[in-house]
């Protein structure tokens, strides 16, 4: 696979709680079938040819054209709008055929992820620090599954793999020790703080 060579495209329903209302909306996502990179997005009511060409146009801005781009054969994706606007920029249609519903499995993938991250997005609007609040717990929350996913260096394992990891009794033992000779070893005798004492005053 080569970077921008195959887009995956596809929509998928995503619910915003705004207290105890539900708010249902369509995200359409374009990911580079080569590199797992989310290149494109476009949050609507519904799924439409509108949507499809706007993440499109998100990966073209910034990647230039894709060779394809693959879909399934849902109304948006195979509508004139949309299959004129890819004839216009020389971009290929690969269409999924309606037998295989894992033969876009890039977007099926990245839409389990992002679905497992961002988790329930509820917000709550009884104060504006209340909203305030709840807005940055969700930020955050974000962050921290995506950090804890990542290693600090290249070729290191992540964070929550090394959280995973089994510890025996003897090596927390071992870490205590240490704990505590350094904390000794940080301590001043009384004579050496008599004398900071006088050297101060």
């Keep these: 696979r080569i970077p921008t060579g195959l887009l995956s495209l596809d929509g998928s329903e995503l619910v915003i709680w705004v207290d105890d209302l539900g708010l249902k909306f369509n995200l359409e996502l374009a990911v580079d079938v080569g590199s797992f990179c989310h290149t494109g997005y476009s949050i609507d009511r519904t799924e439409t040819s509108a949507a499809v060409i706007r993440a499109i146009e998100q990966?073209?801005?910034?990647?230039?054209?894709?060779?394809?781009?693959?879909n399934d054969k849902g109304s948006a994706n195979l509508s004139q709008d949309v299959i004129g606007y890819l004839g216009t920029h020389g971009i290929e249609p690969v269409a999924?055929?309606?037998a295989n519903p894992k033969g876009n499995g890039t977007d099926e993938g990245a839409f389990s992820q992002l679905k497992k991250t961002l988790g329930?997005?509820?917000?709550?609007?009884?104060?504006?620090?209340?909203l305030g609040r709840s807005v940055l717990e969700k930020l955050i929350e974000i962050y921290v599954t995506m950090r804890n996913q990542m290693a600090l260096r290249k070729n290191e394992i992540t964070p929550l793999a090394q959280m995973q990891m089994p510890v025996t009794e003897v090596q927390r033992q071992m870490e205590r020790q240490r704990l505590v000779t350094h904390k000794?070893?940080?301590e001043k005798s009384?004579?050496?703080?008599?004398?900071?004492?006088?050297?101060?005053?």
């Design 184 to 186: 000794a070893s940080r």
């Design 59 to 70: 990966h073209r801005k910034q990647w230039g054209n894709p060779v394809g781009v693959i």
């Design 120 to 130: 329930i997005i509820r917000l709550n609007t009884s104060s504006p620090q209340a």
């Design 96 to 98: 999924v055929g309606p």
């Design 190 to 201: 009384p004579s050496d703080q008599h004398k900071k004492k006088r050297l101060q005053w």
